[in-house]
């Protein structure tokens, strides 16, 4: 419904959603592209992703400051920025009647390329293009962005859950460590105890282990 | 029933006060509403996430509304603004440098616009003759009332902003900190950086928005045309909702309590003294100075001012059309106008048919009369600068 309403021209003609039957995506490795993104591991993701992909002249920007006097400098045909970055505002500029602007530079968004947008926009990237440049030449670049960030995203996810077992594993090896030492058991036995009152409890075993690590704490 | 859900947009600002207040307070579920509301770090990222409907609506810059209907500088959405969040709330900010520049320029008091304004053009001209660098002015977005105030008033002293001047959007965040490393002199934006700047030592504020322009459509609550014309009950509903918020924050019994819900850290995040100074309209205009108040530095929907009048739109189009952002076309005025909705407030508000505003009520401290129906000749008659 959203792109539909969104997008009147495509209710009007029927035009289809999707790009399936348009002119094949053409890679073009001349293309000098700018990223702009504070998080430093996402964009050297995304910087590998495109030189693998044959983007050759690739450049990244982790600070904001004179941010538009930079691209200015480097002059690229595609700016790609991430969409927690506060400095998108600073590119609205380029947009802007100006005698400091070189290069006239369009937002790649084409009323045609609605689910194209949605996509990079979930992903939380914003991709602008200098103007003129055709977007079967883009498609391919916008393609990787949002595998890339998708992909970081889910890295961090996994990071995020690896820290969070790694901190569980730690507080069931004290908890296990403060039953042996209490009630004189081995080290299966403890784990055993912490598993059979998790399981009554209905509770996760890190769960018990930290009521265990509290209560010895509060017991010192 | 199971209440209906809706995801609104905003930026940390102190006037997304009605929102805010709206959710927090309880109005929008007494409207069956349940609001989430997302906080973003750019307009860009509200416009955008709202023309491709990952919002229902949005707290929005009243020029963006109206330039994304009109497909200026950005892909054509319609949006609509059936509510005006609020009038004024920015202020003008300079470095302490500045200031001793302009008041060593200035021919009478720096609290008069036209003052500062004409002491503006000296500083810019010594500085020319001398060989430096052109000022450099902070602003929020090209299509704000930040960006036109700021034109606006140094227009009026002789200053050609686009020649004269450099004007760079900055994300609000990042004011201060451009404006204590120098590298702007000053700039335009809203509350709280102004005061955050202040509280510093390392602004000063030369002027409320209010001096400059008396009252200026700020923020808006926008909604796609498509989506108020399929959810037209949802949208009445959210008016009342936001309507409610907004009589609760203007009840000076209310003060400390909306200060403090705004300061939260998943609202703005900033002192809730500052924000309560913001309310008031109480603000330092310099370190360690005593605050000047101004009733209307920011008027949150007080006096009708919620009722969005298409003359409103009408001055922003103009605004746009006097820098050159686009180009005067009765079509454009008439789709601008069209933006701003007093029919669906009237409708959702139970207030009743009234008449539109139709006379000059912006209190604009030089140029000539607003005459929606002749912006060629408003535009013109600013003198070229």
């Not at chain 1, 399936?20 to 073009?28: E, I």
């Not at chain 1, 498609?139 to 890295?155: G, H, T």
């Not at chain 2, 913001?278 to 009733?295: I, N, V």
Request: glycine share 6%; hydrophobic share 50%; net charge neutral.
């Amino acid at each position: 419904m959203t792109i539909r309403e969104t997008y009147p021209a495509l209710t009007r003609d029927h035009r289809p959603l999707f790009t399936g039957h348009r002119a094949t995506p053409q890679m073009d490795p001349a293309l000098k592209i700018v990223i702009v993104d504070e998080n430093p591991v996402r964009a050297a993701i995304l910087a590998d992703g495109l030189r693998e992909g044959g983007y050759a002249r690739v450049t990244r920007i982790e600070e904001m400051t004179n941010l538009l006097a930079r691209i200015y400098t480097l002059d690229p045909d595609v700016i790609l920025i991430d969409l927690e970055n506060p400095s998108r505002d600073v590119l609205a500029q380029m947009f802007q009647v100006s005698r400091a602007v070189k290069r006239p530079v369009a937002m790649f968004v084409d009323q045609s390329d609605a689910a194209a947008i949605e996509a990079a926009v979930d992903a939380g990237v914003s991709a602008y293009i200098v103007d003129g440049l055709k977007k079967e030449r883009i498609k391919p670049i916008l393609d990787l962005c949002v595998s890339r960030f998708n992909a970081f995203a889910r890295l961090q996810d996994e990071l995020e859950r690896t820290q969070n077992a790694l901190s569980e594993r730690k507080t069931i090896d004290r908890a296990k460590g403060i039953l042996m030492k209490a009630r004189n058991i081995g080290e299966a036995d403890a784990y055993a105890l912490l598993r059979k009152t998790a399981m009554n409890e209905n509770k996760k075993i890190a769960e018990v282990a930290q009521a265990v690590v509290t209560a010895a704490e509060l017991l010192k | 029933m199971s209440a209906d859900r809706l995801r609104i947009g905003f930026i940390p600002l102190a006037d997304a006060a009605a929102l805010i207040v709206a959710v927090d307070k309880g109005f929008a579920a007494q409207e069956g509403l349940a609001i989430d509301l997302v906080r973003e770090v750019s307009w860009s990222n509200v416009r955008d996430k709202l023309n491709i409907g990952l919002f229902d609506a949005a707290h929005l810059l009243a020029p963006v509304a109206i330039a994304s209907s009109l497909g200026i500088g950005h892909v054509k959405v319609p949006l609509l603004a059936p509510f005006v969040l609020n009038c004024n709330g920015n202020a003008i900010t300079v470095s302490p440098a500045l200031y001793e520049a302009l008041a060593a320029s200035a021919d009478g008091t720096l609290h008069d616009p036209n003052v500062s304004a004409r002491a503006l053009a000296g500083v810019v001209r010594r500085r020319r003759e001398r060989g430096d660098a052109p000022l450099v002015f902070g602003m929020t977005f090209p299509f704000s009332a930040h960006n036109y105030l700021l034109r606006f008033w140094m227009a009026a002293g002789g200053v050609d902003p686009d020649e004269d001047v450099a004007l760079v959007v900055l994300p609000p965040p990042y004011m201060v900190d451009s404006l204590s490393s120098r590298q702007v002199d000053g700039f335009c934006v809203g509350a709280p950086w102004n005061s955050v700047a202040v509280e510093l030592g390392v602004g000063t504020i030369l002027h409320f928005g209010c001096d400059v322009v008396a009252r200026a459509p700020e923020k808006v609550l926008a909604v796609r045309a498509a989506w108020a014309a399929n959810r037209a009950d949802t949208l009445a509903r959210l008016l009342r909702a936001i309507s409610s918020a907004v009589a609760f924050i203007n009840d000076p019994a209310h003060l400390d309590e909306v200060a403090m819900l705004l300061a939260a850290p998943r609202h703005l995040d900033v002192s809730a003294a500052l924000i309560r100074a913001t309310l008031e309209g109480r603000l330092r205009t310099k370190l360690g100075g005593s605050p000047r108040t101004a009733p209307d530095y920011l008027v949150l929907g007080r006096d009708d001012a919620a009722r969005p009048e298409p003359i409103d739109a009408a001055w922003l189009y103009a605004q746009m059309v006097r820098w050159r952002q686009t180009a005067l076309s009765a079509d454009a005025l008439a789709t601008a106008k069209a933006c701003f909705r007093p029919d669906l407030y009237d409708a959702a508000l139970g207030s009743g048919v009234k008449p539109d505003r139709a006379a000059d009520a912006f209190g604009a401290f030089a140029g000539p009369a607003f005459d929606a129906d002749d912006i060629s000749g408003y535009v013109a008659a600013f003198k070229a600068p």
